[in-house]
């Protein structure tokens, strides 16, 4: 079995460059104009997962929730045909 350190030996560089490449993207879109829709949400919320689980639920799990559609109720019909990568919440008004 690994050791943490032999995990920290295979895995480590591509993490560094995965969480840069997240670095990166966020201040791509801050420093942009306009308003960020949805995604941005979903996506600080995922990072907040990331950083609190929920007990009994990995890391990885909490943020495939985070992005995750929780309703319960079918859409009566598809509005697109593509997806987005998160989801977005129906507005209550």
Known sequence: MPT?????DLYFMDSRFKLLEIASFLDRVER??????FRH???MKALMAMQNPP???S??????LAFSDH?????ES??????FGA???????
């Open 4 to 8: 943490k350190k032999d995990i920290q």
């Open 32 to 37: 942009h104009d306009g308003e960020a829709d």
């Open 41 to 43: 949400e979903a996506f």
């Open 55 to 57: 007990e009994g639920t």
């Open 59 to 64: 890391r990885a799990q909490a943020v495939h």
């Open 71 to 75: 309703s319960t109720q079918p859409a």
């Open 78 to 83: 598809a509005t697109i045909q593509f997806a």
């Open 87 to 93: 989801h977005q919440e129906e507005d209550p008004s």
